[in-house]
């Protein structure tokens, strides 16, 4: 049983940052590429950043600059680091993973006040 876990949400003041990581069990094989999403409410899920097990990386226009997307093959885990927060950055924050489907995370809050 694949299960992917995040960590590291939070409330934080704008200008902050936090560490989001995503850890995956149960995988036999490594994860090929890494996402991850985020979903504000009553909007829809948009992807947030990308990794590829080549370590190519991809991020929506709304974060480039400000959040950094990293892999540790060895432990199967993603991270997002999230830096120069912004209100409009708060959502729950999903990992996915990709082998030979995808599986997602529970997803993690992650709230920038004003």
């Known amino acids: 049983q694949v299960q992917l876990v995040e960590s590291g949400g939070g409330l934080v003041q704008a200008g902050g940052s936090l560490r989001l990581s995503c850890a995956a069990s149960?995988?036999?094989?490594?994860?090929?590429?890494w996402a991850w999403y985020r979903q504000a409410p009553g909007r829809q899920r948009d992807l947030v950043a990308k990794i590829t097990r080549g370590r190519s990386t991809n991020y929506a226009d709304s974060v480039k600059g400000r959040f950094t997307i990293s892999r540790d093959n060895a432990k199967n885990t993603v991270y997002l680091q999230m830096n120069t927060l912004k209100p409009e950055d708060t959502a729950v924050y999903f990992c996915t993973g990709r082998t030979s489907r995808v599986y997602w995370g529970q997803g993690t809050q992650v709230t920038v006040s004003p």
């Open positions: 149960g995988v036999i094989f490594s994860i090929n590429d």
